[in-house]
C-alpha cells in the first residue's frame, strides 16, 4: 500500500525509535500538529501524507515524524529532508 511506501521511502522502519500510541499531547510535544514539513507522496492517484516536526531533544539531527494512516511516531535523521523535493 502507499502507506507502507512511504514509510519505506522516508526509512522509518529503520528508525532509532517508535512511539506506538501517541496521543494529541504526542504531538503538540513535538511540533507535528504545526509540523515543520509536510511530505505528500502520490502514487497510482493515492496521496498519503507524514508531517515532520521538531528535533529531538538529546539529538538536534534526528526529528519526530508520523505517517498518515499509522498510529506511531518515529524519530528520522533530518538528512531524510534532502531526499524530497520542496513546492
Known amino acids: 500500500t502507499l502507506v507502507n511506501n512511504i514509510t519505506d521511502e522516508c526509512d522509518l522502519a ?3 525509535r517508535t512511539v506506538t500510541e501517541i496521543t494529541d499531547k504526542h504531538l503538540r510535544e513535538h511540533g ?3 509540523p515543520r514539513y ?3 507522496v ?3 492517484g493515492e496521496t ?3 508531517a515532520i516536526g521538531d528535533a529531538t531533544a538529546a539529538d538536534s539531527d534526528k526529528l ?3 505517517v498518515e494512516g499509522k498510529n506511531d511516531m518515529y524519530v528520522i535523521p533530518d538528512a531524510i529532508l534532502s531526499t524530497f523535493t520542496t513546492t
Do not use: D, P, Q
Request: net charge neutral; charged share 20%.
Open 42 to 44: 502520490t502514487n497510482s
Open 48 to 50: 498519503v501524507e507524514a
Open 64 to 66: 519526530y515524524a508520523v
Open 14 to 16: 529503520n528508525s532509532k
Open 38 to 40: 509536510t511530505v505528500r
Open 32 to 34: 507535528l500538529v504545526e
